[in-house]
């Protein structure tokens, strides 16, 4: 593959690798896509980003994008067709508490044995406190910001996708009408249909780096 187009190292079930592939689709931009195991990373992947976390995107001049917000926000200021960018910067408190604290409890619920002395249906009621925030935004609105989907949407979605799945029969029991019709609406998407199409997993030619 052309060697100037970026290269995206990527898992196809991480959340943050799917709202930066959401984000780089909707972008339209071309790149080269390497699906990784997280278990057995390539080196070319830590060489570029030694914290071993995905998304990366490897920019033709070298420079490296190792955040998925960052990858997000770099693709959609090459192009931004349905105005993901529009609500501004009120939308990054709420990606802050998607980000900190529920992804802390989503952890602690979907993993607890990974964690010491933790009650994972604890996690799942405080979690459920967020849903409650977002269901209520939804009550009013299509999106989280307005009628039309934003970069907020995209960036939380992944991770009430994985909440949900968890147990998805106490998510669907749930009094959370908006945020379950939101989700619905997202999972049915071209968009995410797009993004979920499975890749041939990346192997480095030999060398230490891929050369």
């Keep these: 593959m052309s060697a100037a187009l970026p290269i995206l190292y990527s898992f196809r079930r991480c959340p943050y690798a799917m709202r930066g592939r959401m984000a780089l ?24 980003s030694p914290k071993g976390t995905v998304p990366v995107v490897v920019l033709p001049d070298g420079a ?24 501004g ?10 980000d900190g604290p529920f992804k802390h409890h989503l952890d602690r619920y979907k993993y607890p044995n990974r964690y010491d002395d933790v009650d994972a249906i604890a996690h799942r ?6 849903l409650e925030t977002l269901d209520q935004r939804l ?6 910001f307005g009628d039309t989907i934003s970069l907020a949407d995209i960036a939380i979605f992944p ?18 009408p908006n945020l379950q019709t939101w989700l619905a609406g997202h ?14 997993l990346w192997v480095d030619p030999a060398g230490p780096s891929g050369d």
Excluded: C
């Design 25 to 48: 689709k909707v972008a339209g931009i071309h790149l080269e896509h390497r699906e990784t195991l997280l278990r057995d990373k390539p080196p070319s992947m830590l060489e570029a």
């Design 64 to 87: 490296v994008i190792e955040e998925s917000l960052d990858v997000m926000r770099w693709a959609l200021s090459q192009q931004d067709p349905q105005n993901w960018l529009s609500p």
């Design 89 to 98: 910067s009120t939308m990054f408190d709420l990606i802050a508490e998607n």
């Design 125 to 130: 009621t405080a979690g459920r406190s967020f």
């Design 139 to 144: 009550s009013e609105q299509a999106q989280l």
């Design 159 to 176: 991770f009430i996708r994985q909440f949900a799945n968890h147990d998805r029969d106490w998510f669907d029991a749930q009094d959370l």
């Design 187 to 200: 999972l049915e998407s071209a968009l995410f249909a797009d993004i979920m199409v499975k890749h041939e």
